[in-house]
């Protein structure tokens, strides 16, 4: 099987290149799991096409030749700025504010930066390069959203099944295992994808083959007791993680319990330690305001764009 990927770039070498006489660029981009490179033979049983995305500066009819057509290729016609817009809500003429940053959908940047281009007159890597990743201070927020979203939970895996809850807390351990995965993604400062290719992306990731039988190992429990000894060991080798990229100062990882419950967990405070390094004030006042990632949620839940700039006043 050819690669999506390839196969668009030789639509747009052999065809569409020959047929456009004015400056432009070109790229495959956005939806489809070829842009991704996740691609394989199932994914041509629908939407399997060599297509392009071509960008000019104005209004443009792009015909492909009549020995193509009735064939799967198609091209689509775009300004920068419009495709940005339309993406987005965003005009790529002024970098992202940093309301803007935290409203962006993580699946859609991603979709956005990977691909290729294959020609570029206009600027359009200049503009993929500006969301190539998070802002520092943006992204030690996220981490700390993240961390929270770990840690008060881990806690209530052991209490829901003290009740004899095993389901509601194996459950838990599940969405556990999930945001974990989710702080890998941030520690290596790589976007995660949507959930059809999520676990894909995390095995790519540098630190996907250690953690993996640890998070497996979470999921294989049949016991809350298990499942709490499982997650700590988890949860141990993220916050060690973290602390050899360097992220913060160095986080004392240490095994505690609350209110003197039967039920352990690791904590180490690395909220505090990345709220240390925020220097942007706007970043800082959210962080004060939402200090839980009150704002990520919200931001899973407001994924279209229109849904994504009411939220836009509540940052400013």
């Known amino acids: 099987m050819t690669p999506g990927l390839e196969l668009c770039k030789r639509f747009y070498d052999e065809v569409v290149r020959h047929v456009v006489d004015v400056p432009h660029s070109a790229a495959l981009m956005g939806r489809g799991s070829e842009v991704l490179g996740y691609d394989d033979a ?6 399997c096409e060599a297509r392009v995305l071509l ?18 290729a198609f091209v689509e016609v775009h300004t920068i700025r419009g495709y940005f817009r339309q993406q987005l809500g965003w005009d790529p003429v002024q970098a992202p504010t940093v309301a803007e940053w935290f409203t962006f959908p993580e699946a859609n940047l991603l979709t956005l930066t990977a691909g290729a281009v294959f020609r570029d007159d206009l600027g359009l890597q200049d503009v993929r390069d500006q969301l190539a990743y998070y802002p520092d201070d943006v992204w030690r927020y996220l981490m700390i959203a993240a961390w929270w979203r770990v840690h008060p939970e881990m806690n209530i895996v052991g209490r829901i099944g003290y009740v004899g809850d095993e389901l509601g807390s194996s459950v838990l351990g599940a969405q556990l295992v999930q945001d974990l ?19 894909t992306a995390f095995s790519r990731l540098s630190c996907g083959p250690s953690l993996t039988p640890l998070l497996q190992d979470v999921l294989r429990t049949t016991s809350w007791e298990q499942r709490e000894q499982a997650l700590m060991a988890a949860f141990r080798a993220v ?30 405070d690395f909220p505090a330690a990345l709220a240390e390094d925020i220097e942007d004030p706007h970043v800082r006042r959210i962080a004060e305001r939402w200090p839980a990632g009150g704002i990520e949620q919200a931001r899973a839940l407001l994924w279209r764009v229109d849904d994504r700039r009411q939220l836009l006043p509540l940052l400013e």
């Open 42 to 47: 199932m994914s041509t049983d629908h939407n």
């Open 55 to 72: 960008f000019v500066d104005g209004d443009l009819d792009v015909r492909v030749p009549p020995e193509f057509e009735g064939r799967a």
């Open 181 to 199: 995965m989710r702080l890998c993604f941030l520690v290596e400062r790589r976007y995660a994808p949507y959930s059809k290719w999520f676990g």
């Open 239 to 268: 916050g060690e993680l973290s602390n050899q990229r360097g992220i913060t100062r160095p986080v004392e990882l240490a095994v505690g319990r609350l209110w003197d419950r039967p039920f352990e967990v690791v904590w180490g």
